[in-house]
Nanobody
Framework: EAQLVESGGGLVQAGGSLKLSCKTS????????IGWFRQAPGKAREGVSF????????YYVDSVKGRFAISGDNAKSTVYLQMSNLKREDTAVYYC???????????????WGQGTRVTVSS
């Protein structure tokens, strides 16, 4: 049974918004760092934003600061990524993943969702 399931991707015009969801298990939501990553065609997977309920922490990489917002819904064990003012360079497959470490490098994440595609058109 998949422990992380992403949804919410789609096609949006530049300047628009999308909200991604990452449904997790209770255990992962409570005790693990949940990270959002993305991978554009021909590029390496990169971290975007991170959430820890346990530590009460969130983090954004510079390229999305002020445009993306990460949050968690405790009742639903779901982590959201609200993306606003989207740019063409945000086009990628977005993944959520879980780690026991507060880390931005995808190598430290053991559990991954299947990904959801975001396409930003000009």
């Amino acid at each position: 049974e998949a422990q992380l399931v992403e949804s919410g991707g789609g096609l949006v015009q530049a300047g628009g918004s999308l909200k991604l969801s990452c449904k997790t298990s209770r255990r992962l939501f409570d005790d693990y760092v949940i990270g959002w990553f993305r991978q554009a065609p021909g590029k390496a997977r990169e971290g975007v934003s991170f959430f820890s309920k346990k530590a009460g922490s969130v983090y954004y990489v510079d390229s999305v600061k002020g445009r993306f917002a990460i949050s968690g819904d405790n009742a639903k064990s779901t982590v959201y990524l609200q993306m606003s003012n989207l740019k063409r360079e945000d086009t990628a497959v977005y993944y959520c993943a879980a780690s026991t470490l507060w880390a931005m490098d995808p190598q430290y994440y053991d559990s991954w969702g299947q990904g959801t595609r975001v396409t930003v058109s000009s």
